[in-house]
């Protein structure tokens, strides 16, 4: 069974950064794709990026040129580095893996949250 750990999360100001981690307990397929999604109390889940095995990435417009995600394929951990944030920002940030042959796994979250 595939866990995910995510780390990161706080209070930040606006204005400020971030970066958000997320470590799976193993890699069962090299063809994969690990992401980050966000929510917000009475609202669905959002993507906020995404990135594959082959190094695709997509973000949603809300945090493009504000958001950077990258891997570490060694290490099975995906990052999530946000900048300029906003209050809109706030919400908690899941961590989302799939894998070829074997499914999607989805971290417990983390929250972020963007205040003065």
């Known amino acids: 069974q595939v866990q995910l750990v995510e780390s990161g999360g706080g209070l930040v100001q606006p204005g400020g950064s971030l970066r958000l981690s997320c470590a799976a307990s193993r890699s069962p397929a090299s063809i994969n794709i690990m992401g980050w999604f966000r929510q917000v109390p009475g609202k669905e889940r959002e993507l906020v990026a995404t990135?594959?095995?082959?190094?695709?990435?997509n973000y949603a417009d809300s945090v493009k040129g504000r958001a950077t995600i990258f891997r570490d394929n060694a290490e099975n951990t995906v990052y999530l580095q946000m900048n300029s944030l906003k209050p809109e920002d706030t919400a908690v940030y899941y961590c989302r893996c799939w894998y070829a042959n074997y499914g999607m796994v989805w971290g417990k979250g983390t929250l972020v949250t963007v205040s003065s």
């Open positions: 990135i594959n095995s082959g190094g695709y990435i």
